[in-house]
């Protein structure tokens, strides 16, 4: 087999529609296998179950070509994860200082960290997040990955 050389960022564009393909072929197998006796298929079943097979196969390597050329910056990849997640997290927060109503009653309610408090630290988040969005970028701009054709 050949060998294809491609930056990550394509490879990664490349990964999403594939992903996108296996998406679709599961939609149309799980909605058309079963229809009432005597109608008309839209979609030959045998075929779509052999392309979702063929770009399962496809993804598989192209996620696997991927991690392998991500090895130089796993640490930013784990951080940007713990970053959002981070973000997600605050974003949830009660800040609610006065009457609360629950389950039928009310009471007061006092918050440590305000609605500000917890905005600057998601703001910070947010610019650090970008930082590494924009450092992963690059790496993958400028690496490639080897995939088989």
């Not at 927060?93 to 109503?101: C, E, F, M």
């Not at 039928?104 to 600057?120: C, E, F, M, P, W």
Request: aromatic share 6%.
């Amino acid at each position: 087999m050949n060998q294809n050389k491609i930056s990550i960022s394509r490879a990664l564009k490349q990964k999403s529609r594939i992903a996108g393909r296996v998406r679709n072929c599961l939609d149309i197998l799980k909605n058309d296998n079963s229809c009432p006796e005597g109608t008309e298929r839209a979609f030959d079943l045998v075929a779509v179950l052999a392309e979702y097979k063929q770009y399962s196969e496809e993804l598989i390597r192209y996620k696997a070509a991927i991690a392998t050329a991500n090895s130089g910056i796993i640490s930013l990849l784990a951080e940007l994860e713990e970053v959002r997640s981070m973000i997600a997290s605050l974003k949830k927060i009660d800040t609610t200082n006065g009457v609360k109503q629950e389950y039928g009653s009310s009471y007061n309610v006092t918050a440590a960290l305000t609605k500000a408090d917890i905005q600057r630290e998601i703001d910070s988040l947010q610019r650090r997040a970008d930082d590494l969005q924009d450092e992963i970028d690059d790496y993958n701009a400028s690496h490639f990955v080897s995939l088989e054709v």
